[in-house]
């Protein structure tokens, strides 16, 4: 069946540090990518997407690209703020299932001032 | 646009009472919408999956009898949890889908049973 797996949390990093947050699916067909934030106690909120191979989604300074080769789709970016600070969830949809959500478990970032 | 609400934000309910948790999609129609629960510091796990109109398909291993679902409007489900236990407690967050394949989720319901 599908699946994602993203890097094993939690991850500590000082502001304006680098981000990188691998994310590997497993899936038939070609699903939709997703990358979703969750800040404390609240819902999700979608951050970028991409729906097919070499696509680059980006919103806020994050970055992903759909790599169909390595079934991968890491999320980065080049300068985190305090306010990145949230639990990040890499997904995807395949469309032969009713378009319904595989979460990743999820990564913890924490960043310092 | 796409904005799905939720209520209530917080419940406290004592064990053996009935909880009803409402979703809406206030600027689209909902043709499918989705009831996940979220234990602490875990990903998100699907419960069920409802259409406007029909019974809503649960996940194995979800008592549909305990989770009762109905998805009567375009713009509202709502998740009842029956008879409360405090192993029900948890974070139920429900999401939306219109046209477009997108899921638009609601910002989480906190149930807590006393």
């Known amino acids: 069946g599908d699946s994602v797996t993203q890097m094993e949390g939690p991850v500590t990093l000082s502001e304006e540090a680098f981000l990188t947050i691998n994310c590997t699916y497993t899936a038939t067909g070609y699903p939709s990518l997703f990358w979703y934030v969750q800040y404390p106690g609240e819902g999700l909120q979608l951050l970028l997407k991409?729906?097919?191979?070499?696509d680059k989604g980006s919103n806020k300074g994050f970055e992903a690209t759909y790599r169909k080769e390595t079934t991968s789709f890491h999320l980065e970016k080049g300068s985190v703020q305090v306010s990145d600070s949230a639990v990040y969830f890499c997904?995807?949809?395949?469309?032969?299932?009713?378009?319904?959500?595989?979460f990743g478990e999820g990564t913890q970032l924490t960043v310092n001032p | 646009g796409a904005v799905v609400s939720q209520h209530p934000s917080r419940v406290i309910c004592k064990s053996g009472t009935s909880v009803k948790i409402e979703c809406r999609s206030l600027?689209?129609?909902?043709?499918?919408m989705f009831w996940y629960r979220q234990f602490p510091k875990q990903s998100l796990m699907l419960m069920a999956t409802?259409?406007?109109?029909?019974?809503?398909?649960?996940e194995q291993g979800v008592e549909k009898d305990k989770f009762l679902i109905n998805h009567a409007s375009l713009t509202l489900s709502t998740l009842t949890v029956t008879s409360a236990h405090p192993e029900d407690s948890s974070f139920y967050i429900c999401?939306?889908?219109?046209?477009?394949?997108?899921?638009?989720f609601g910002p989480g319901t906190r149930l807590t049973v006393t």
């Open positions: 409802s259409n406007e109109g029909s019974k809503a398909t649960y």
């Open positions: 997904a995807l949809s395949a469309h032969t299932s009713g378009s319904r959500l595989t």
């Open positions: 600027d689209f129609q909902a043709t499918t």
């Open positions: 991409a729906t097919k191979a070499d």
């Open positions: 999401s939306a889908r219109g046209t477009s394949y997108e899921q638009y």
